[in-house]
């Protein structure tokens, strides 16, 4: 079974203490596996809000 590699929160996040995720808070408090796997749904959950934005970005604008 292959060593399992961490994931490292996104040192790029500046954001202050109260504005960060909630996975990415408790991420701080846990260790090994459930450590990685909340930073990987941190990860997903972000991705998901920059794909969306592209999206969006992508659309027609409406005109009133």
Same mark, same amino acid.
């Given at each position: 079974? #292959?060593? +399992?590699? @961490?994931?490292?929160? $996104?040192? %790029?996040?500046?954001?202050? #203490?109260? +504005?960060? @995720?909630?996975?990415? $808070?408790? %991420?701080?408090?846990?260790?090994?596996?459930p450590?990685?796997?909340?930073?990987?749904?941190?990860?997903?959950?972000?991705?998901?809000?920059?794909?969306?934005?592209?999206?969006?970005?992508?659309?027609?604008?409406?005109?009133?």
């Open positions: 079974m #292959p060593a +399992e590699t @961490p994931v490292k929160p $996104d040192s %790029s996040d500046q954001r202050p #203490p109260f +504005e960060r @995720p909630i996975a990415q $808070d408790l %991420s701080e408090d846990l260790e090994g596996a450590r990685n796997l909340a930073l990987a749904i941190h990860q997903m959950g972000e991705m998901g809000v920059l794909l969306l934005e592209r999206l969006l970005d992508g659309e027609a604008k409406v005109q009133r």
